[in-house]
């Protein structure tokens, strides 16, 4: 952003009349302070003068000012203070003036009134606009009564709206009940005041319901007036007539209409038949750019009218009897327009500045001035200050002078108001705009390089290029006022580095900015005109030439809207191909390369035409391409062209070209490179020292054509390798040397013969020289008497008869490697718990490695428990390996209460170094191992015996044993536990008072200080009791149990007979008993293949039998499926006489229930139920 900078002429000079001269001689402009810097207040956003707000809403009356220090804020209310902390109604938005006032469940027509906004600091005071509150309105209709109008046809007739003064005025409108504006046209019109007006009235404009709705903008409210009724009668109608003017009336008016406001005159006119209206000015002609015509030009709108629009208008009504006129007089008056309004001044201490506020407006307004909100016949007197009219002069203005001018300029139609301050300072300059920015523009067109300052006094800008050319005013350049430097037309030599230097008498600021002119963006090939078949593909072509540095962007329209979003369409990096074209892709298509800076475009028009008829395709390989030729021979590259064989209905999409190296691969044809379907020839990069013959095949979707017969051979020229070899690696294999190897180059990479390889390597960072040895048809090469494992820069270069090839990358490599030299030092070991140590070392130094460090071995063995003597045990030896450069590694797995023995040794690829000075650790007591074994011995009929072994490891000092035991009976529960511990001596021991033939399960543990380790278990089973088998009676055997069961069989059978024979006659169920029994019924269904009943379910659950289905509500009804025969008929007509016993009879008839399911909250009946299963 450009920020204008003042007058850099402005200097005190003895002598008013010398200083108004200098100062009226060059435009003032605003200047921007930047934040930073002190600075009075400076209003940035207040509401409009006139606000009308909705009482539904809060009032929100903006003000928010700027300034160094940030100002603070008050309020007045119709000319008084108004203290908002004292309303809690009224919120002050944080860091502004804004006022939000809550109107909720208040009147809001409290908080009317005329405000205004005050924000200061101690640089001054700005005030803002009087702003206006008032309420919106919208008003009802007052009641009246409308007299039904009865009128003849032909006479003219006006229907008054007169809506109720509302704030803001209503819209208007006429509708009839059923909500339906009523239909206007030449010879009915609603006019500017709402009145509907009928230049001759129609027997179709009979009706009772003319309905003049009021809409009320703010509160979105619509009034409506009582409906009129009109009766057109058509006994003795009225004939023709000649124009008269319905509104205005007379043969002339006048109108006031304010400057830059709209001007709406109007004449509606009467008459049979009905007038035409034209509209004309007397000695001047209508504004055509700022008229339009309204309401069947019975409204003629001139809008943004000025002095110019006043005069006389004419309107001329005219029908087949004669015309009629009315003149309407229009005066324009202004409320007061800035012709200019007061800015800022920043002025240097001793400088001298103006402030001019320049107002017009009919009748002239009147100007006050103000500072700080004062008016200045009221301020302390200041003798540097001369007010002058419309002018205020400053003259020698001193540090702390800095203040805020108010201009009012006001006549009977308005006012205006504008702050303006006076800041004086004393600032070195500075630049705003940003530093490094780069500018790009398009050749031949307009450059402008910014350089925005702030100073006081005003910095003067000059320019250079490229640091040095110091750039003056002219052809190309121009420096502007504002410190921009603008290039007429920029061309590429104007590209490079710009420096604008700021200077005063306070300090110099310089910035540097970059122009960059690029080429404009042309489009090569146009895409063309074409006529195409339905059904067959469209290609257009857009071939563009761009800046290489611009990204470019392709885009196609259609008929300048975007492309189908259809697959048929295909855009392509410079083309647009359409497949399967139809009638409606017919249209103009446009190509738009477009880059940040510029764009092209190109358009052509694509054609449809109707397919002719075709017999049927057959689709074939293409024939091979023939007459092979070869053209623009160099040294690495040729063309070759061909001509397509037959495609055989079937386009070709793609041409491959391969070769035969008939020098280094005879018989071996390689792919070379593949052109497009269209294409006829190809530019072959060729390589040097090949003796090339090429072939071509074709392509299409069925597949490749045979190849084409091979082209004359071409041989190329040798040359000096165009690469070196790949894969480049040093390795050391043994202590003392450094194998150098590599992928060596093909013959067809060696473009020339004898081919070599020059071989190159030195010490990093020791020796200077290079050493080189050359080698032929190898692919390594040892190098011997090399320090142990050191880097080596490498270098292999391939090397022909005509030369070397390019400078090869330099690869790092190690001579090789062997055994370390040094083992690890201070080794510690911290023990963390009973199974896990931690061991620290010092690491070995690098050159001690002696190769590539791989990490670290410990080895550590269990020499034996710290409870066994001396070489008692020994254990296995174990190794863990640290990677990398560690110097602490972790050892799980240990056995606790163990005295332990560890060495360290360091890795590298060749191998391990020697052990450090072993280190002994013991670990602390664990939990033990179980018990070795748990036998029980000597059963008997309440005691066992129990013996055991005490664990393989105890882990620690054994502390003794914990005996656990239950009973378990013949459902497998387990009985009550008991426990019973033991010394560590104890192996044995002998339980009694047990019960006879009884399962005992048994849970045996050792322990430590540490805790009790897992458990063995065991089971073992009591000798039963056969000593007295008296107390053992089989009640199965005795007599008096056998003729019990006998008795409960017979009992059983008789009950079942008698159920039986019950159920073939049929019983009684009293219908009360049924009732009662609705409590938690079961029924089961008939089964589905023979209609019988399945059996009866008692079970807990009254689950339905399997394949049985339930009522359609959910419930199965014990109680109605016991022995009611109803159930066994097929329909459902079945009674029951007085005591409730079945009378119906078994009826073939079928009555199928048409309900979905019980719609009754009462329990279903048996028949119910049944049908409700069918």
């Known amino acids: 952003m450009i920020h204008p900078i003042m007058d850099r002429n402005r200097k005190w000079m003895p002598g008013f009349g010398a200083v108004l001269l200098i100062l009226l001689s060059h435009k003032t402009s605003a200047l921007e302070v930047p934040l930073d810097l002190p600075q009075p207040p400076t209003i940035t956003l207040q509401s409009p003068k006139d606000y009308i707000f909705d009482p539904r809403e809060n009032i929100v009356i903006h003000c928010e000012a700027k300034g160094k220090p940030h100002p603070s804020f008050s309020w007045t209310r119709n000319g008084t203070h108004f203290d908002v902390e004292k309303d809690s109604k009224v919120l002050v938005k944080p860091g502004s003036g804004t006022l939000v006032i809550d109107i909720s469940g208040e009147k809001a027509e409290a908080y009317e009134g005329t405000y205004q906004c005050t924000a200061h600091n101690e640089h001054g005071t700005a005030v803002s606009n009087n702003i206006v509150i008032r309420q919106s309105r919208s ?700 061991v620290h070392w010092e690491p070995v130094s690098f050159p001690s490695v002696r190769g590539k460090l791989q990490g670290y071995k410990v080895y550590y063995h269990r020499e034996r428990g710290l409870h066994e003597t001396e070489g008692e045990t020994e254990q296995q030896e174990q190794v863990l390996t640290f990677s990398g450069n560690r110097s602490e590694g972790r050892l799980p797995g240990l056995q606790p209460y163990s005295l332990y023995n560890l060495s360290i040794r360091v890795l590298n690829s060749k191998g391990e170094g020697p052990p450090s000075p072993s280190k002994t650790f013991e670990t602390p007591e664990g939990v033990p191992g179980p018990p070795s074994f748990l036998n029980v011995i000597n059963p008997s009929l309440d005691s066992l015996t129990l013996e055991w072994g005490p664990p393989m490891n105890n882990n620690g000092r054994l502390a003794g044993y914990t005996l656990k035991y239950q009973p378990v009976n013949n459902t497998n529960e387990l009985g009550p536990v008991k426990v019973m511990t033991f010394l560590a001596n104890e192996t044995t021991t002998t339980l009694g008072n047990l019960n006879s033939s009884m399962l005992y399960k048994f849970y045996l543990s050792a322990k430590t200080i540490k805790g009790s380790g897992p458990i063995i278990t065991e089971e073992a089973l009591t000798v039963m009791d056969t000593a007295v088998p008296s107390r053992q009676v089989d009640i199965a055997t005795q007599g008096w149990f056998i003729g019990l069961m006998c008795a409960i069989a017979l009992l059983i059978l008789v009950l079942l007979i008698v159920c039986f024979i019950k159920r073939n006659k049929g019983g009684k169920y009293p219908v009360k008993e049924k009732e009662d029994a609705h409590q938690d019924p079961e029924i089961q269904p008939m089964k589905e293949d023979d209609g019988t009943f399945g059996e009866y379910s008692d079970t807990e659950d009254h689950k339905p039998l399997k394949g049985s289905r339930t009522p359609s509500n959910g419930t199965v009804r014990r109680d109605e499926s016991d022995d009611s025969l109803v159930d066994y008929g097929e329909g459902g007509d079945g009674q029951f006489n007085e005591d409730g016993s079945f009378i119906g009879q078994y009826s073939g008839k079928k009555e199928k229930d048409t309900h979905e399911g019980n719609e009754s909250s009462e329990a279903p009946s048996p028949v119910n139920a049944m049908n409700s299963f069918v």
């Open 139 to 838: 008003p009802l209709w007052s009641k009246e009564r409308n007299e039904p109008i009865v009128v003849q046809m032909g006479v003219s007739l006006v229907l008054q709206c007169r809506p109720p003064a509302g704030l803001p005025p209503p819209v208007i409108f006429w509708m009839d009940n059923n909500f339906q504006r009523l239909p206007l046209d030449k010879r009915v019109s609603q006019a500017l005041n709402g009145d509907l007006y009928f230049s001759n009235v129609l027997p179709e404009d009979s009706r009772p319901d003319y309905i003049c709705y009021a809409r009320f903008p703010h509160t979105q409210t619509i009034q409506q007036k009582q409906p009129i009724s009109v009766t057109v009668l058509n006994k003795s109608p009225m004939g023709e007539r000649r124009p008269g003017f319905m509104t205005p009336l007379g043969i002339t008016s006048t109108q006031m209409v304010l400057r830059g406001e709209t001007l709406e005159l109007e004449c509606i006119a009467d008459g049979l038949p009905t007038p035409e209206m034209s509209w004309q000015k007397d000695g001047g002609e209508l504004p055509s750019s700022r008229m339009s015509f309204h309401n069947f030009k019975k409204t003629l709108k001139i809008s943004d009218v000025n002095e110019a629009d006043a005069g006389d208008y004419r309107c001329t009504a005219t029908n087949s009897l004669g015309t009629a006129h009315h003149i309407i007089k229009v005066t324009v008056k202004a409320a007061p327009f800035w012709v200019s309004a007061p800015r800022n001044l920043i002025l240097a201490p001793n400088e001298t500045g103006i402030l001019t506020c320049r107002v017009s407006g009919e009748p002239k307004p009147k100007i006050s001035w103000f500072v700080n909100g004062i008016p200045l016949e009221n301020a302390p007197v200041d003798h540097s200050r001369k007010v002058d009219g419309d002018t205020v002069i400053l003259s020698n203005v001193q540090s702390g002078s800095s203040a805020v001018y108010q201009c009012n300029a006001s006549n009977e139609f308005g006012y205006l108001m504008a702050n303006a301050f006076v800041n004086v300072l004393a600032e070195a300059p500075r630049v705003l705009t940003p530093p490094n920015r780069v500018y790009q523009v398009i050749t031949n067109n307009p450059a402008l390089l910014h350089c925005a300052s702030f100073g006081s006094p005003i910095p003067t800008i000059t320019w250079f290029k490229d640091s040095q050319t110091s750039i003056k005013n002219g052809d190309p350049f121009v420096i502007h006022e504002n410190g921009t430097l603008e290039i007429h037309v920029a061309q590429p030599l104007n590209s490079g580095k710009y420096t604008c230097i700021a200077t005063n008498n306070l300090g110099i600021k310089e910035n540097h900015v970059y122009l960059e002119v690029k080429e404009p963006t042309r489009i090569l090939k146009q895409p063309e005109y074409k006529v195409v078949q339905k059904g067959m593909s469209a290609v257009f072509e857009c071939k563009v030439k761009h800046d290489p540095s611009l990204v470019p962007t392709m885009t196609w329209l259609k008929d300048d809207g975007e492309l189908p979003d259809d697959e048929r369409f295909d855009v392509d990096t410079d083309s647009l191909t359409i497949k399967d074209v139809t009638d409606g892709d017919e249209g103009t298509y446009t190509c738009i390369m477009n880059t940040t800076l510029d764009q092209d475009s190109a358009s052509a028009m694509l054609t449809v035409v109707e397919a002719t008829p075709t017999p049927a395709i057959v689709h074939e390989k293409p024939d091979p391409p023939t007459d092979l030729e070869l053209t623009d021979q160099t040294e690495r590259s040729v063309q070759l062209t061909w001509i397509p064989g037959d495609e055989h209905n079937s386009p070709t999409q793609k041409f491959l070209i391969q070769y035969e190296d008939l020098l280094h691969q005879p018989g071996v044809w390689i792919n070379l490179t593949e052109v497009a379907g269209t294409s006829t020839t190809a530019q072959l990069n060729l390589s040097p020292h090949v003796y090339y013959s090429f072939r071509v095949l074709a392509v299409n979707h069925v597949g490749y054509s045979q190849p084409s017969q091979p082209s004359s051979q071409y041989r190329t020229n040798p040359a000096a390798p165009d690469e070196n070899p790949s894969d480049v690696q040093g390795v050391g294999a043994e202590p003392g040397n450094l194998v150098i190897s590599w992928t060596p180059l093909t013959g067809f990479q060696s473009n020339g013969p004898n081919l070599e390889y020059k071989v190159q390597w030195r010490q990093k960072d020791v020796d200077n020289e290079w050493s080189s040895e050359t080698v032929a048809n190898v692919s390594q090469f040892v190098v011997s008497g090399t320090p142990t494992y050191v880097p080596y820069e490498i270098k292999v270069q391939a090397v022909n008869y005509y030369g070397s090839g390019p400078e090869p990358e330099v690869v790092i490599g190690y001579s090789g490697e062997d055994l370390p030299l040094s083992a690890p030092e201070s080794v510690q070991v911290m023990v963390h718990n009973s199974t896990l140590a931690e």
